[in-house]
């Protein structure tokens, strides 16, 4: 599957930072392209070059990672963090 390009990495990141800061979100970046959100959950993203964020909740009690989700602008990310974070 082909994805088209939304926006640079670094806009979708201040984007994404704004976005937590504003709901209260503590988070670290793991790399260049890499965050680790603390939240109800263990969420980790990974900015792509198009300016998707893949986001998915690591499940201890599994031990991998569910509710995979390629999240395109910054609406499908709020919903994902206010689902899965809060």
Same mark, same amino acid.
């Given at each position: 599957?082909?994805?088209?390009?939304?926006?640079?990495?670094?806009?979708?990141?201040?984007?994404?930072?704004?976005?937590?800061?504003?709901?209260?979100?503590?988070?670290?970046?793991? !790399?260049?392209?890499? /965050?680790?959100?603390?939240? %109800?959950?263990?969420? =980790?993203?990974?900015?792509?070059?198009?300016?998707?964020?893949?986001?998915?909740?690591?499940?201890?009690?599994?031990?991998?990672?569910?509710?995979?989700?390629?999240?395109? !602008?910054?609406?499908? /990310?709020?919903?994902?963090? %206010?689902?899965?974070? =809060?």
């Amino acid at each position: 599957m082909s994805l088209k390009y939304q926006c640079s990495p670094d806009k979708r990141k201040q984007e994404v930072v704004s976005l937590l800061n504003e709901l209260n979100l503590e988070f670290e970046f793991l !790399g260049e392209n890499q /965050i680790k959100i603390l939240g %109800k959950y263990l969420i =980790l993203g990974e900015f792509l070059p198009t300016g998707h964020v893949y986001l998915f909740k690591y499940n201890d009690k599994w031990k991998k990672n569910t509710h995979k989700w390629t999240c395109a !602008g910054i609406q499908a /990310i709020t919903s994902y963090l %206010k689902q899965h974070a =809060l």
